[in-house]
């Protein structure tokens, strides 16, 4: 069975030039996710990719489809048109029984590969046509096998979206109550107008019942972040060594979960352990904020990365988790990102500007209540992240299999059930 017959390539999508519509760039479209976010507006003009729900979306161009670029499209609203690069390829099933099946087929590796053969082009700017992706051979499966896979694969992608808004919602909540203790002071302004506590009455009274002079609640002293965190600390890895590894590209921009590790021979590079965070210090992937909150490395174990990356480890009785929303903090960023120095294009900051960076410093019995909070939930985001990965290794495994026919949905269901 051909690719061709399943599937309308870039249909036509009814959109007046001159509209604003919602609008889908290249940087949007994930690598190894079948979801994206759809949050920007732009003018049609005339010109470029035109989708709507349904409809799965494969970049045609270097280096974009070897990564692995593409995405599911949903979220838009019935009969809403959307409008992208004009390096995606649009496909659409024929019959809606195949609409998660469709995606599927361009996140198999069989069907990858033949599209990277059938690029063209100058060198760098390589791109393949749809066209020659119509001739595609599929195992020939009866529309009933073609839905049910693409109900079981969607399903394991589904839960992996739930763990990831899950994962969003409790940084929020921790990121919130960071600010809302060491910056804005939340809790002793409270008091200060006579508000009603709204925290919990274990909590209440361990906050002062005013502001000093200085601007900070009463009691607690002025800092750097250096006195709260230990910054690139020493870590003993003897070269040769194998030892989990992680790269620049497995920094997430949103989030504190990094892509999982690979184990290779330690060279040199930033030394870490569970617990600490990674800033990026390099342009622009400091501006575009990659980091991460170290939490998965096997037990014991040093982890090794990019010398691009800052380390930042809370000094006890600091809660862990305190490094990395310190990393997430807005005027923290800021400070970082004007520190920069250095050749246009090669601009970093260094440890010692970001350790400059001005805190207060509160009780230790605050540092105590604090953990409270938000240890529980980043063992819960560090849960959910597992579990992810796990999901993400099942689908990957079970995908190949069951577009040739190796094994049946009532096979993989129980593969699925057991845990892969």
Known sequence: MKLSEIVEFNPTTPLRRGT???????????????????????????????????????????????????????????????????????????????TDFVYYVTRHPDFRSFAIKQMSGTSGRQRVAWQSLTDYDLVDLTPSERAAIGSLLSALDDKIALNRRMNATLEAMARAIFRDWFVDFGPTRAKMEGREPYLAPDLWPLFPARLDDQGKPEGWEMGTLGDLIEFNPSEPLKKGTPAPYLNMAALPTQGSVADDWLERDFTSGMRFRNGDALLARITPCLENGKAAFIQSLPEGSVGWGSTEFIVMRARPPVPKPFSYLVVRHPEFRRHAIKSMSGTSGRQRT?????????????????????????????????????ESRTLAQTRDLLLPRLMSGEIRVAEAEKIVEGGG
């Open 20 to 98: 604003m519509a919602p609008f889908v760039d290249m940087a949007s479209l994930p690598t190894t996710e079948r979801y994206f976010q759809v949050t920007e507006t732009r003018e049609f003009k005339g010109s470029g990719s035109k989708f709507r729900d349904g409809d799965t979306l494969l970049a045609r161009i270097t280096p974009c489809l070897e990564n692995g670029k593409g995405g599911f499209v949903r979220g838009l609203g019935r009969g809403v048109a959307a409008h992208g690069s004009t390096e995606f390829i649009v496909l659409r099933p024929k019959k809606t029984c195949d």
């Open 350 to 386: 260094n440890k010692e500007a970001v350790e400059a960076f001005p805190v207060v410093i509160p009780s230790e019995e605050i540092w105590e209540a604090f953990g409270r909070i938000v240890d529980p939930a980043f063992d819960k985001i560090r849960a959910n992240g597992e």
